[in-house]
């Protein structure tokens, strides 16, 4: 191992050992603890404990996904014992200090992490949705301060790189390809390859990017490598500019991500400071730096040729290929782009070495994967399994109870717009395994999974997602701008209670069209619809036949009445809320007038027992709005 | 075009970006950042500076979500128009937002005192649905939750 790398890591050992011989608080400040109001507990906590003259360290870490226990903090004592407090908002701090630090606040406890059982209180590793997961690449991740580099080191940090730097740039890439790596964007495409492509070019310059634009609506998963484990993304593009002959990287981050943007500034400028970016690194002889680029708000620059044209000064449309970015990328130079995630786990693939890694995973896809879940569920959050765990047994840690006694779940939608949508017969028998979403018509993804249950309308969906992909198409294809135009107008006419019979055979000749479109935006796009009308038929014939929505979510086919059995007491409230004072009251009998009803529900919010949504079977006849409409 | 006191000063600011440098985006940050908007005049100087043609210049701007042609409003509103939003209520706030304020997306009230834009999901879902007023998520909302909030926010300016 580098001499350079031994005396880096001594250094950092130091630092860490120093935080552990008093009483740390770990408080994470990442997007999701934010929202929970994490900041304003860390100022509370630090405020506190200076009055109180208290011998503790209040320290910022990363989050550990489980977002909807945030702000989750973590005291850990001298003695290595430590308990993780769910929930503690600024208002929590005083008794948080009260009662943990000489003992365990029963209150506030989650878990016990390390240390000794503590009656009443489970311990972290026994908890079910964190005993399912493997982390590997979420292992830091809540522990460390992702603005502190020696934390990284001190944990295995740059070990993977002082070793690939020890290896020919073959035996590297060798390693990369024996890994089964694949791409983590959901491009499944081989890392391995995709890196012998770019090492095989002469013409120099050869750049790398890092592609950090994470479009997919509904996941998360970069962000909190990002955000809490920064250094381990730059440290597998160090390996891979050692690997392919990269000199200098891009890494194309989108403006929504503020925190991403500075941990990662910050995290750049570090190992800069320590050698680890620039010339010479780790005294090796190898040369590699990087900029921190930040996109303005484009889904199609998440796709390579797109995000290259926007590097490239110019709008971000995809490009048509060839050439391929190992050919003529960044500036015209050989270039190899990959995803955040991907990075990450190059750098594990090094540090933990081929035996560790592949001893989890499926045949195709060995490792883990990162996901991030939200939707109809009881616990958003973002967990790390091997390849291949039952989706089934996921969803049950994810929404145990409550969620599920009100309602069915209806409806999967992984790996967000281009991706699709399955019935939960399907999606719960499926292993999380790209290989097991294809022969369903669909894709895993980029790691975002959608819970769905019966409370939404799959005519409803469709509007949204044939919407965002019409609205995010750059143009540059007929097909595509214009094919994602009528599908949502198909699927808004079919809401408003215009839809026909022969919709199907334009849903599947949109489909076919769309295969001619330049990149996988437009082809990809008619996933979801030609899914739908596949595995949701019932449905959206009940909207088509009998003009009625179930779910009671189409707002051309509903109608909020007042319900005159009920009691009035609330609806003086309803009718100050309406934004349109469609809430009317005339000789003591209250109505909504609909000629200028909305359909916002607000006063359904406020009294709900007094207002009802009716559809075409509550009340007949319903005329629907938009029955004259068109396509 | 003539150099006035304000293309003097946009120059001043992007004097360090260079042509073929993928600097475009970068350079219109700056702008952003320091103005709260790309000016029109400021498309001009970008585009002398980076030797692009004004035409592209615009063309960028125009292209991407998060650059913004109209100055910015006192009170921003970012309205979530992920899936996990829309799934819990999300259209309620948006159709709820806009009858309060009367104004639609990308669009400002009077003065430019509150402005609504569509924003993309940043993963916060657990707040679903949710807006996020000058940058700080508020939810989870019901329409009457929202419609407080807005009369609030157009009483207050
Ligand atoms: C419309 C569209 C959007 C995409 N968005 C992203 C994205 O946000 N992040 C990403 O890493 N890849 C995205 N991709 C995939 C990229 O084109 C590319 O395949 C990927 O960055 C390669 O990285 P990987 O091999 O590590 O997966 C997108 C593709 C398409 C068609
Ligand atoms: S398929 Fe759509 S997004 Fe892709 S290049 Fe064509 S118009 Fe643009
Ligand atoms: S749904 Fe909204 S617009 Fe219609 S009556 Fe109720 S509050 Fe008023
Ligand atoms: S869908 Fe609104 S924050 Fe994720």
Known sequence: MLKAYEELRAKSDEVWKNTQARTVIRVPIATCSIAAGARETLEALESAVKERGLDVDVQTVGERGLCWLEPLVEIVKADGSAVLYEHVTSDKVEQLLDEALDDVSADLAFAVVEGTDVEGLQRLDDFDLWALQERRLLLRCGIIDPDNIDHYIAHGGYSGLAQALDQSQEEVIQTVSDSTLRGRSGSAFPTGTKWEFLRGKEREPKYLICNADEGDPGAFVNRILMECDPQSVIEGMVIAAHATGATYAFFYLREEYPLAIERMEKAVEQARERGLLGDNILESGLSFDMKIWVGAGSYVCGEESGLLASLDDERGMPRIRPPFPADSGVFEQPTNVNNVETYSDVTLIMEKGLEFYNSVGTEANKGTKIFSLSGHIQRVCVVEVAFGYPLRDLYHAVDPATYQERRKLKALQAGAALAGILPTHIALKLPLDPEAFKPHGVLMGGGGLVFIDDTACIVDLNVMFSWFLEDESCGRCTTCHGGTQRMSEIFRRIGRGGGKSNDYDKMELLGQALQYSNCIHGSASPTIMLRSAEYFREEIDQHINEQRCAAKVCRDLIRYEIDSDSDSDKLPEAAAICPTEAVVQEDEKWSIDQSKCIKCNACKDVAPDAVRIVDAFDVLPLTPVGASATA | ?157
């Open chain 2, 1 to 157: 075009m003539l150099d006035t006191e304000a293309t003097l000063e946009i120059a001043e600011l992007v004097a360090e970006f260079k042509p073929g440098n993928a600097d475009l985006i970068p350079a219109l940050h700056k702008v952003q950042h320091r103005y709260g908007y790309v000016p029109r005049e400021a498309m001009g100087v970008v585009a002398k500076q980076l030797r692009l043609g004004e035409a592209q210049v615009y063309g960028a701007v125009t292209f991407y979500s998060e650059l913004r042609v109209i100055p910015p409003p006192q009170t921003r509103i970012d309205w979530c128009s992920g899936p996990a939003c829309r799934l819990k209520g999300g259209e309620n706030v948006r159709l709820a937002l806009e009858s309060v304020l009367e104004i639609g997306m990308e669009e400002n009230t009077a003065g430019d005192k509150v402005g609504l834009h569509l924003a993309q999901c940043n993963g916060t879902c657990d707040f679903a649905p949710q807006i996020w007023v000058d940058g700080k998520v508020v939810g989870p909302l019901t329409a009457a939750d929202t419609i407080t909030l807005a009369r609030e926010l157009k009483e207050k300016n």
